[in-house]
């Protein structure tokens, strides 16, 4: 007699969560696109060597890498992979995935050239610890590239409708916090150089629209 396991449920809910968050990361790549793309070409289309990508999701940031560029993809999300694997070869991106948190990067002391992280440091349980291992796996002089959201100024509007969708936002996009003071902690974090730029999308950005953009060198 053949036995049937159950699912989870735990694990169906996270699985449509998961499947959610991909739909959304490549729903939005063209106004992120429109919003940060000519930042992102100058910056990432420079990269030589090897590029440390820490939450690269669906491949959203794959078309902006020059060919050839080696780059490994810290993503814990397995329901991303086909994405990702699918972008990377549509850009000639030689890619190597690693199923692994941001917390734990199985990288070695000082050998990635840069490192990219989008939306990424407000959805992680442990920001401070991620920041650690970017500046760990850095070469001497390398580049840090970051977009994150932040919080609104204190006192506006856009604040209080932040705290109010926190715990909803959190569990639909996977941990994301909006309203993170992730510029303190990059300022904090020990980088010799660092270049922040603080951007408002407008009311189409809603409650998410505050974000940060920028590079930090070891």
């Known amino acids: 007699m053949n036995v049937v ?42 990269l030589t060597g090897t590029v440390v990508e820490v939450g690269a999701g669906t491949g959203v940031n794959m078309r902006y890498y020059p060919p050839g560029i080696h780059l490994i993809a810290i993503e814990p999300n397995p329901h991303m992979h086909e994405r990702l694997r699918s972008q990377a070869e549509k850009h000639s991106v030689d890619l190597e995935i690693r199923t692994l948190r941001g917390e734990q990067i199985d990288v070695g002391d ?69 309203d993170r003071d992730t510029g303190t ?9 660092l270049d922040i730029t603080q951007v408002d999308t407008g009311l189409s950005g809603m409650y998410a629209r505050h974000q940060i953009i920028g590079t930090a060198t070891r």
Do not use: M, Y
């Open 5 to 46: 396991t159950p699912i989870p449920l735990d694990f169906v809910k996270a699985r449509r969560r998961s499947g959610f968050e991909a739909r959304v990361l490549e729903g939005s790549a063209g106004r992120v696109h429109q919003q940060h793309g000519e930042r992102k070409t100058a910056v990432l289309g420079a």
């Open 110 to 178: 000082e050998t990635a050239d840069a490192v990219v992280a989008t939306l990424v440091l407000c959805g992680v349980d442990n920001p401070h610890q991620v920041v650690a291992e970017v500046r760990r796996v850095l070469k001497p002089g390398g580049t840090f590239f970051f977009l994150e959201h932040v919080a609104a100024p204190p006192g506006s509007i856009t604040r209080r409708v932040q705290a109010i969708v926190k715990r909803p936002h959190r569990w639909a996009f996977n941990g994301c916090e909006v």
């Open 185 to 193: 902690l990059l300022a904090n974090a020990g980088f010799t150089q």
